[in-house]
């Protein structure tokens, strides 16, 4: 039997006992109050045979004495109000319990299920995945292997040189074995807690050598995979025992939980956006570069000109020079004709 059905029924148990307690108080009080009545009835009729008698000291003190049989019951009346009120607090409590052991059943019954089961872990590790990560960078139900059926629940997408990587995540819960092991616990029977923590490393060893098999497979994968148990409860025992070591030494599986898938999905992301910075660096320098080869045969062209110009230039003085003097000699030979 569950160890959370087993604390339910313990606790409605001890509220019906409280229940009868409350019960036998209220009757316990209802007796007392006859008794107080017929006091008080018993003294009016004393107080009327003394006033009858004309005993005024006698009247006084049986005033007294009524008014104080007064007073106490109505404390006893408003203790009882109390009383009734708290009784009708644990009716509630009763009812409320009673839908919480129902409710434990309905789990019971779904996690008792091995198809359900994976669907619970399926959609708590679909629910991590959506919080941390963007639909681009997550794949679900990844053909690993060509010509397989054997496709896994979901994987994260890896941005590579070419083709992206996938890393692959299978969601476990082997709830019997777990189950069965914290009865042991309960039990406090060293050797049948020994037996199932076996059987429950066992369980996550077939599991981890099944998801090494079917989902890494380089360079499509990268050379590990991850197994998702969908409680920190099951991740602490796998822990604990030292399979989730001995599954990453054997067969290259990353064991998480919630709390953790969180962490790495995380870390995950941080390199992500590295890896943009990193494109977009390498995207800025090749602009860079082509900007360069650019100004290189600018440059290039524009020494052309320069040469050009400068040839232009020599030629100019020089055509500036030769004409210059020529024209002066033939101004000499003219002011000399003129002079004869």
Known sequence: ?????????????????????????????????????????????????EARLGSKQMLDERKQVLEVVNKANLMMQKESERISTQFTDVQKGIG????LAGEVGSLKKILSNVKRRGI??????????????????????????????????????????????????????????????????????????????DKFVKALKNEGKSISGKYINP????????MFLPFEGLYQEAITLGAAEMLQ???????????????????????FKTLEVDRKSSEVWRALNEVKTEFSKFDEALSKTAKHL??????????RTTRTNQLARKLDAIEEVDDR
């Open 249 to 271: 030494k054997e067969y290259s599986i990353v064991v998480a939980g919630p709390i953790t898938m969180f962490a790495i999905l995380n870390s995950f992301l941080i390199g």
């Open 1 to 49: 039997m569950n160890a959370g059905l087993l604390f339910g029924i313990a606790v409605i148990f001890f509220l019906l006992l409280f229940a009868v307690a409350v019960l036998l108080i209220l009757k316990k009080i209802s007796e007392m109050t006859n008794i107080q009545n017929e006091t008080i009835f018993r003294v009016k009729e004393e107080l009327q045979n």
């Open 219 to 226: 360079p499509v994968t990268t050379d590990f995979a991850m």
């Open 96 to 99: 409320e319990m009673k839908g």
């Open 120 to 197: 619970l872990g399926e959609t708590q590790l679909e629910n991590i995945l959506s919080d941390v990560l963007s639909p681009s960078q997550y794949k679900k139900d990844v053909a690993i292997k060509e010509n397989s059926r054997e496709n896994v629940e979901f994987a994260i997408v890896l941005p590579g040189k070419d083709e992206e990587v996938l890393i692959a995540i299978d969601s476990k819960f082997p709830a019997e074995m777990y189950e069965q092991l914290l009865n042991a616990y309960s039990g406090g029977d060293k050797n049948e807690i020994k037996m199932h923590q």
């Open 310 to 319: 400068d040839t232009a230039t020599k030629s100019l003085n020089e055509l």
